[in-house]
């Protein structure tokens, strides 16, 4: 198995050894091969919000940088982890920048059956909603995402300190572990399936071929489908399913 991490920070400190932690834990538990990608080592530009490849296709982005480079480490890992510094209450500037350049697979989800997790490193306050938001992030993409941690890093940094910093690693290690080791498709709650089945429906609907989304979701049998992955749902989440179908529909024939 192999996990990818990706760290906003462009230094070697706290982050980076955060994640470095959690590598090594990982090894203790099972033969793991590892990379961590310091975003700051790659050349990503701004997105200039031109919709190209959500409309078209990734491949027609008018940004010539190492975005391509970077998904594909993401498609070739087991498991995924997003770590940012919390820089003044949100994720560093790196980050969201590498999340805009991805930011297609919130249209076109791919990673479905990868372990994620996230790491958020402060020195006081504000690091759990950034949490929360790469874990958002995660389930978007496709990810089974193990809830991420926040770890405070004040300098100096106290015996104390370094002591609760390994105790949430060690526990977050192990958790996910666990989710590394399953490979399995989860079973989207009603917020997933809602989202699922309002944004296929309006698709079918309100576009055609000439859409890239259109034509990813008909290759795969999306049009169709439960969910985005074989899944069994429960009679309350078939009607459920049936229901956002059906008010997709409405809102679009009203346009």
Known sequence: ?????????????HTYNAVKQLMNNLQSFDAIEYEIVQLSNYRLEVCKGCKTCINKGEEFCPLNDDRDILIEKMINSDGIIFASPNYFFQISGLMKIFLDRIAFFGHRPLFFGKAFTSLVVQGVYGGKKLVKYL?????VLGCNVTKGCCLNSLEPMTEKGQNKINKILNKQSKKFYSNLIKKEYTTPSLLQLTMFRITRTSMKLAQ????RDYEYYKKNGWFESNYYHP???????????KLFD?????????R
């Open 135 to 139: 874990d958002f992030i995660g389930k």
């Open 246 to 254: 059906k008010i997709a529909a409405s809102v679009v024939h009203k």
């Open 231 to 241: 899944v069994q749902l429960g009679p309350f989440k078939k009607t459920m399913g």
């Open 208 to 211: 055609n071929e000439t859409f």
């Open 1 to 13: 198995m192999k996990v990818v991490a990706f760290i906003g920070s462009a230094r070697k400190k």
